[in-house]
């Protein structure tokens, strides 16, 4: 009776034990995301020096896929630059429309756990909520850099 | 010792696996899930399908404009279906049926031709925390429109509502209460006697959103002494599409149209027009005459049962269910512990997994239940909960279901993550 679950082990302990889900006081960059059907939301802090995600956290409510999706794209971009980040963005985008190379998805590590819910047309927006949010922030920033 | 008991109340409960009534409905045939969401829309048996169907077949014209034979049977079709709604609301007269979409635009009617016209700033409109958003937001419009106050009927956390709770709110101001008599949250029933009888000692008029209850209890507006009362045909195994309101006959003929154009007129000039009496004025356009004979349909196939057997059935099935989530730890169900104050909804939270997880992890095992706040964001921030499952059952239900559903629901946890 019981069928598997795209809830695997990796989603589960990235929505148990988040590593990222705390504030960040001193962020340059902060900004709310919101799904208004299903009421997730986080908020979004990133600080980006010369161009490089140098750290980020997040703050949120909402169901496992949103949180714990939050918690593995800033595992995968910390440490990188805003263009290597949005690129990977992009490659997360796609794998959950079902429209991303293996080698691609290889590339998103731990974030690759949530490949299946391209299947779950329901629970498209909970998994990029955090991915938008970034883009949106990371879109600003090279906004401001380019000044 | 726990199989022992599961296993007695089985047997005990062995009747409800064999389940007469769901060979009627062909969904079942090709989709093998337990459907647990029948408080957002029904199974339709196949009479119903069929009534649809023959009316488009047989009967299908214009109604109420042609003057050829197959119109003139159209109408018949279309005003026969009003008959049998009047019966089964016991309304004294079959113009006070009027056919709407669903219950969202009979509230909507009602607010736009009673509220606007007839509500005035220094008045207060009660609604109940309880209530769907389609029997909030309309009054929310009113009193932005009329200046008229929104006052909330307070309830407690089972839903039930106090003498004191009901004086407090109903005062010499209101002149309009709309509630539900069924929470479609917490399936629990408000006490629509004493509210009517508050509401018209103080002159007020009172619209029923029966959307919830309509499906499982017989209804008579005029025992219940209601102004308004609205249910949508989709909830009650009906074809989804048509809706209906009850109004009292004196105040429908008081009140102005809702929608104006075709169909609702007795002449037109250049620059007026005349309207058509009751049912019509509130009928603009080409009518649903299709859905409402499936509606008839589904009145006759519900009325064939009987209220008594649909309610023995849910009552019986829903405490089997609560007595099962009793069982599992970390489930905390919202509402009254007794099944027969459910009316079949049993809305649950799962301790550490959001509900829209719950809910997909139950659809992998084919169990069809809705999460979310269920339109009744206000309920849900005072019950402290922002989201919840729902579990709905219906008289196609069986004791299978049921067991899927318990076995699904006590797998969550482990699921997502958590140690035994």
Known sequence: MENRTFYNAVLTEHNLHPMYKHDLEDADFTLEGVNPSCGDHITLKLKITDGVITGGAFVGDGCAISQASADMMLELVIGRTQKEAVRLSDIFLRMIKGNASEQEIEELEEASALRDISHMPARVKCAVLGWHTMKEILKEASGTADQ | MADKAADKSMKENRWLLENPYRKDFPIFRSWEGAYLDSAATAQRPACVIQAEQTFYERHNANPLRGFYDLSLEATDCYEKARRAVQEFLHAAHPEEIIFTRNTTESLNLVAYSYGLHNLHAGDEIVVSILEHHSNLLPWQMVSARTGAALRFLECGPDGTVTDEQLSEAITERTKLVAVAQV?????????????????????????????????????SVQELNVDFLAFSGHKLMGPMGIGV??????????????????EMIASVSRREAVFAPLPQKFEAGTVNAAGAAGLQAAIEYLQDIGFEEIQRREEKLTEYVLRGMEEIPHIHVLGSKKAKEHCGIITFTVDGVHSHDVSSILDTDHVAVRAGHHCAQPLMEYLGVPAAVRASLYLYNTAEDADRFLQSVSTVRRRMGYGE
């Open chain 2, 245 to 262: 309101l009850y109004g009292r006959r004196e105040l429908l003929e008081k009140m102005p149209p809702f929608l104006t154009g075709g």
């Open chain 2, 183 to 219: 929470s479609n949250v917490l399936g629990s029933l408000m006490p629509i006697e004493k509210i009517v009888k508050l509401a018209h000692e103080q002159g007020a008029a009172v619209i029923l959103d029966a959307a919830q209850s309509a499906p499982h209890l017989p209804i």
